[in-house]
């Protein structure tokens, strides 16, 4: 009898644990438009440095527009960091911070590589866009577009049912 409650016990913690594992590889969707507004960010910084000399939005340089737009939406940015942060902490990360930079790294080096297998002003004319259409906007319609899921760019993490 006492093997029996030890086991089931036993059953009952690794069922609970596999549980709490579960709600944890999950994003919710604020977290998941925290990742992606964190891949645009870093897109951007990419596509602004491999392009400065190469296209303009008004009157700057690529890389001084993307700059300016950072500066302007460093509170979004800040939040989607903050997000990420609470999420790696929940899902058991050693280092939270480690894991944002790695997910910052992953994401400029997918990018990078297309900046590296392309023409460079091939890269520039398919990607420059981007910077110039981010530079008028605002934070609602930055928030908009990190939350618009692409099959393209699915985020590294399931979204949990609601």
């Not at 990360?93 to 997910?103: G, K, M, Y």
């Not at 900046?115 to 990607?127: G, H, K, N, V």
Request: proline share 4%; hydrophobic share 40%; aromatic share 10%.
């Amino acid at each position: 009898m006492i093997r029996t409650l030890v086991l089931s016990i036993g059953i009952l913690a690794l069922s609970a644990s596999l549980a709490l594992a579960g709600t944890r590889s999950c994003y919710t969707t604020a977290e998941a438009e925290a990742e992606q507004g964190i891949r645009i960010h870093s897109e951007l910084m990419v596509i602004g440095l491999s392009c400065q000399h190469m296209a303009r939005a008004g009157n700057k340089n690529l890389y001084q527009s993307y700059r300016e737009f950072t500066r302007s939406n460093g509170s979004v940015f800040a939040d989607y960091e903050r997000r990420l942060m609470s999420y790696f902490q929940r899902s058991g990360a050693h280092d939270p911070e480690a894991a944002l930079n790695d997910l910052r790294t992953k994401f400029a080096n997918k990018i990078s590589l297309d900046a590296a297998t392309m023409r460079p002003d091939m890269f520039c004319a398919q990607y420059a866009p981007r910077i110039q259409k981010v530079s008028y906007m605002n934070q609602n319609n930055l928030r908009k577009w990190a939350s618009t899921f692409f099959p393209s760019h699915p985020v590294s993490h399931p979204v949990c049912s609601q």
